[in-house]
């Protein structure tokens, strides 16, 4: 492996102890819990109301207290980031003693009484300005999704407790990783003026991981019918493997059926975000009555390439070590700002569904709005090759200039060669409510003919309104 890489892959400043960032978050706790209260009741009870099942949405908080014993943080990490700014892994571990409750109808009150999370979280501080508070903003994320366990209280004796808890953990989890799992980080500005261009962090490449093959697999315990059919029929598992990168779109192989050494040799691109960010596997048995748990696995793409690419993972069942094994081989690629790599010619020679480039469209703000101030509920959309992104709309609140909307919102489109076959050009229009009211086409070859291919400008869409937007496009190549 090239110095380069393995620089890159071990860049650290050294674990450091917290204790006087632990002791700030014990000052400010009650200035925390108040703040954290707030998000819970705004943005993520409108999310339990819209995800879960049933009479389960219409579970609403009634009491949001976060208790008196404050976050813990250790093993803090700083150094420098890609895009010249600074950045901070700590370990995060909450043992929350709390008094919330939700509440809704036709279902019993839920209270939770402890709250037990843990997880690695990454904060970006960029960019580094020459004017205090001299950092544009902060962005927060777990590099991975957390653990989090919920005790209950009022539901602890209800025979379907395990459900519940089980359904709002899972939903909870969900908007955690919608929000702040990488690649998603929770942007908090801490210059009124910072420039979205500078602060967006655009991932490191592409990890080609290869889901080779597992040996001493064996069925799971069967149980009711299923365990009368193994009777009559020789239980053979029919097994196939989930794959999980932080937030990004989970990946399954195909089943190989009857088999305790089944081999797949299925490959897949996932967008890396951190080189600590885990590779998280789920080895099942296909089932018509419902597919089982075979064996649990992971590693870290850090770990990973420093083993050479390769690695055989051990695997566990309900917590207890197997002797089932399951092998992975991965590469590296890096994005990089080259024309020729972008070509229709070297885009064959990628394997179907292969990321052979990566567009990242940015939108910062929308600025000459006209009209009512009540009237005005605008959004930026963006389309291209068949893919369509949409911004969050905006809406007036007193303190706010609907006139001229922050957005700060990224999309990424993975390239593949039958997307660079006859590219389309970019569409940025201006949306207010569900009505366009105006936009702009962006050509595929400006992009590419831009200074380092990225083109970045306050783009006229109509009506003096201008949407200021950055698109960028890379190719890739095998990091070394």
Known sequence: MASSLVDALTASGGAEPAGFLNDIVEQLWPNISVAGANIAKSVVEPILAST?????????????????VPIQLSNVDVHKATNEGIKLDLDVNWEGVCDIELDGNHVPKIGIEKVHLKGRLTILLCPLTN?????????????????????????ANIADCFLIEKTVRNTILGIISGMA??????????????????????????LRLTVEKATGITAPKKSGASRLLQKIVKDVPD?????????????????????????????????????????????????????????????????MLLHGGSEDLSLTHKGEPTTARLSLHAKLYNF???????????????????????????????????????????????????????????????????????????????????LLADPA?????????KEEVGGVEVGFQDVVGAPAMVKAESYDVGGEAVVRASISIYGVRLAE
């Not at 609403?60 to 208790?67: E, M, Q, R, S, T």
């Not at 902060?138 to 366990?149: E, G």
């Not at 210059?191 to 490191?204: E, I, L, R």
């Not at 691109?269 to 009555?289: C, G, K």
Request: net charge negative; glycine share 8%.
């Open 52 to 68: 879960l099942p049933g009479p389960l949405s219409s579970l609403h908080f009634v009491k949001l207290d976060f208790g008196h």
């Open 131 to 155: 004017v205090i508070p001299l950092i544009g903003a902060a962005q927060v994320a777990f590099i991975n999704p957390p653990s989090l366990k919920l005790d209950f209280t009022d539901a």
């Open 181 to 206: 799992v990488l690649p998603n980080r929770f942007l908090v500005k801490l210059d009124a003026n910072n420039d979205y261009f500078k602060t967006y962090q655009p991932h490191h490449g592409i």
């Open 239 to 303: 097994c196939y493997v989930k794959v999980n990168v932080g937030a990004e779109a989970e990946w399954r192989t195909k089943v190989q059926k009857n088999n305790h050494d089944p081999e797949w040799n299925e490959t897949h691109d996932f967008l890396v975000s951190d080189y600590e960010q885990n590779i998280a596997v789920d080895i099942q048995d296909d089932d018509l009555a419902g597919d089982d748990d075979i064996g649990l696995g992971s590693t870290s793409i850090k770990q």
């Open 336 to 418: 990089v700002a080259e024309p020729s790599l972008l070509s229709a010619q070297n885009a064959q020679g990628h394997g179907p569904g292969e990321i052979c480039g990566l567009v990242t469209i940015l939108i910062a703000n929308v600025a000459n709005l006209q009209g009512q101030r009540d009237e005005l509920n605008p959004s930026v959309k963006v389309s291209w090759g068949g893919k369509e992104f949409a911004t969050m709309a905006k809406t007036y609140t007193p303190g706010t200039d609907i006139f001229n909307p922050s957005f700060d919102q990224a999309f990424t489109i993975p390239l593949t060669a039958d």
């Open 425 to 433: 050009s970019f569409r940025i229009a201006l949306v207010n409510g």
